[in-house]
């Protein structure tokens, strides 16, 4: 049983009430579930725990990324993840806009346009950058640039640097943003992690209190800190893309560093999550 106490930003008061849940690298590795990973979502859902997925992926549309899990043995609706594609639309149609040139895989450019933004390479008002592997090639982001240049508004879907592939470890999107935005002098809007409204609109959805929910992601930076950033508490697994050194170099410090996510039921039966444990 946890103890009370006051509230503060990023440190979890009485029991954590919410997660928020990275997929690739904490659920699952190289297209198969991490051990004890079903049994630990199933943990928090019987046991009344609040939760979302927070997914930097931006190769799969969120139905796509459902199905693939449901063929692992997961149970996730599409409602419970949460993906930046959908972020950029909302983005986009805040600003009055209704067209953007969307370069990133046809099945979340496909989710974007069904979300109502059309996709226009001709003198369009954004310039929506996700991880589209080999799209990538120098026609493609020259003509990027120029748009830019010519006025359009950057916007990245992610700026991670790589992700875990079923043979490795892959580029993702960050290092093309980052390439756009060094050419052309601009800063791009980022919306899905680490941004604090990517994390805030998870939250609402739950009407959860950041300072009692807990990010699980295998990114220090984009995971962990980000999640910092926005007021919650972050738990680091070593699965996925963990790296030691990027741990050694960071910043930001978890509140608990675990092998996968196979240990989240053993760590709330016991109350090692209280402020403390």
């Known amino acids: 049983m946890c103890s009370m106490k006051p509230l503060k930003p990023g440190v979890i008061g009485m029991e954590p009430e919410a997660f928020l849940i990275d997929l690739d690298g904490v659920l699952s590795v190289g297209g198969a579930p991490v051990p004890g990973a079903i049994a630990a979502i199933s943990y928090l859902r019987e046991n009344g725990y609040p939760f979302r997925f927070v997914s930097n992926t931006t190769r799969k549309s969120r139905v796509t990324i459902s199905r693939q899990l449901e063929s692992m043995g997961f149970e996730i609706p599409v409602s419970h993840i949460f993906t930046p594609s959908m972020a950029a639309v909302s983005y986009v149609t805040g600003k009055a806009g209704t067209d953007a040139a969307i370069l990133t895989t046809p099945d979340v450019s496909a989710e974007i346009v069904r979300g109502g933004i059309q996709n226009r390479e001709d003198s369009p008002r954004f310039v929506i ?34 992700w875990m592939g079923d043979d490795g470890l892959m580029l993702s999107a960050g290092p093309f943003v980052a390439a756009l935005e060094f050419a052309t002098g601009t800063r791009a809007a980022v919306m899905g992690k680490p941004s604090r409204e990517f994390f805030m609109r998870s939250l609402a959805s739950m009407n959860a209190d950041p300072a009692r929910t807990v990010m699980i992601g295998d990114d220090i930076i984009t995971d962990i800190g980000g999640a910092a950033a926005a ?9 996925g893309k963990f790296r030691q050194e990027a741990l050694a170099g960071a910043t930001v410090i978890p509140k608990r560093i675990i092998s996968s996510i196979a240990e989240l039921p053993r760590l709330l039966s016991s109350g090692e999550l209280c402020p403390d444990q």
Do not use: P, W
Not at 135 to 162: H, P, Q, T
Not at 231 to 239: A, D, H, K, P
């Open 231 to 239: 007021g919650l508490s972050g738990i680091l697994v070593r699965t």
């Open 129 to 162: 950058v996700g991880d589209g592997g080999d799209l990538f090639g120098y026609s493609v982001l020259n003509k990027a640039f120029r748009l830019i240049m010519g006025g359009a508004e950057l916007i990245a879907l992610e700026k991670d640097r790589y």
